[in-house]
Structures are given as C-alpha cells and as structure tokens.
C-alpha cells in the first residue's frame, strides 16, 4: 500500500505544478495583452522556476520565446518613443529653419533623421514623422520650383540684355 500512496502524492504534486504552471501561464499572457509586459516578465519568471523545479523543459523553452516577444515589443515601443521625441525637436528646429528661409538645411536636416531611422518598420507610419515628411517634400518642391523660376527668368534677363548689347553694337555700326 505505500508504494500507492508515493504513487498518488506523486501524480497529486506534478497535476498541482501542471496546474500552478498553466495558472501562471495564463496570467503571462493576460498581462502581455494588456501590455502590462514587466508583470508578464514576472508571470513567466516565476513559471520558469516552477518548470526548472518540476523539470518540465517543454515549458522553459516556451517561456524563453513569450520573453523574446515580449523584449522586441519593448525594444520597438522604446525605438517608437525615441523616435517620436526627436521628431519634436527636429519638428521646432524645421520650422525656425523654414521661416528664416535656410530650406537647404531644413530639407538636410530631414535627410538625415530619415536615413538614421530607415531600418525601423513602420518609421513613417508615425504620425509626426509622416507629418515632418510631408511637410518637408512641400517646402522642397516649392523651393526647387522658385530656383528654377529665378533661373529660367535669369536665362530671360541675360538674353534680352545680350540682345540689347547686340542691337547697341548694330547701331553703333551703322553711324
């Protein structure tokens, strides 16, 4: 008969850890919905301690990738943050550099914030970066419109004074 009790005292403690297991489980995964991602760090924290304890690898591994996932969402929710506050500040500096007509450096300055964050997913699906971009490809098309304008209307001013210069040179010719 003892052998019957060790037998059931053990299936009654792995059925408590499987269960305490999948309590813990769940709860990692209710808190990463909510994106309560350090709880769900906690959560699976303690559930690999569980597992290692009762070793049950299958659910150590498991584990190690739900906190992969979760550090990648921490990593691009960070990058996402960084991003938003340099676009304020590249946001401020645009506008001073616009309104003081530099729209060389202005369109540099974008250039180059969009080259730093190029390998980011999703970069100019932030709103205020779409916002800069948009902003920053209007006042380029006008400025390069405006020096072809002032080009074209030099070209006009050279050739009407090399015409005059001409006509002058004629006259001069004939007296």
Known sequence: MEIEKTDFSQIDNRF???????ELK??????FLRGDYHKAISYSDDLIRLAVKGD??????????FINVIADKLQKKYIITEIKDVATGIQQLYETLIKTNKV????????????????????????TVR????????????YNSSIREEAEKKVVEET???????????FLKTR
């Open 26 to 31: 769940i709860l990692a995964q209710n808190s």
């Open 56 to 65: 049950v690898q299958s659910y150590v591994k498991e584990q190690e990738k």
């Open 131 to 142: 916002e800069l971009i948009k902003k920053d490809n209007k006042e380029w098309i006008k």
């Open 104 to 127: 060389e450096k202005a369109h540099e300055i974008i250039e180059d914030f969009k080259k730093r964050y190029e390998d980011v997913p999703d970069f100019e699906l932030i709103p």
């Open 16 to 22: 408590e850890m499987t269960s305490k297991i999948d």
């Open 160 to 170: 009407e004074e090399d015409e005059l210069i001409d006509d002058l040179r004629r």
